[in-house]
């Protein structure tokens, strides 16, 4: 069974980092990974996405402070947070997307882990 395990949250004072990781069990052909998160009341936004080439992508209210990246050996991705604002408080969810011939188009989540920025 695909299961797909965030770690790394807490709480944080502003200015400071955190870096969050996310491994995917049971999981082939992976072709996006990335950390999306919410807040109450918010929809679901995209934090940062990194495919298998490599290729980033970002939200604009994150460029220059986090940084995504990825282990496919150990099919895990990261978020490393750095310069944390507290309108960066939220449920942060790690996202595997990909594709295989046996049961076409796939996407999982996490369970989400918490992220407070507070002084």
């Known amino acids: 069974q695909a299961q797909v395990v965030e770690s790394g949250g807490g709480l944080v004072q502003p200015g400071g980092s955190l870096r969050l990781s996310c491994v995917a069990r049971n999981v082939f052909s992976i072709q996006v990974m990335g950390w999306y998160r919410q807040t109450p009341g918010k929809p679901r936004e995209l934090v940062a996405d990194?495919?298998?080439?490599?290729?980033?992508n970002y939200a604009d209210s994150v460029k220059g402070r986090f940084s995504v990246s990825r282990d496919d050996t150990r099919r895990s991705v990261y978020l490393q947070m750095n310069s944390l604002k507290p309108e960066d408080t939220a449920v942060y969810y790690c996202?595997?997307?990909?594709?295989?011939?046996?049961?076409?188009?796939?996407?999982?989540w996490g369970q989400g882990t918490q992220v407070t920025v507070d002084s």
């Open positions: 990194i495919n298998t080439g490599g290729y980033t």
């Open positions: 996202n595997v997307r990909g594709y295989t011939g046996a049961t076409g188009a796939y996407e999982y």
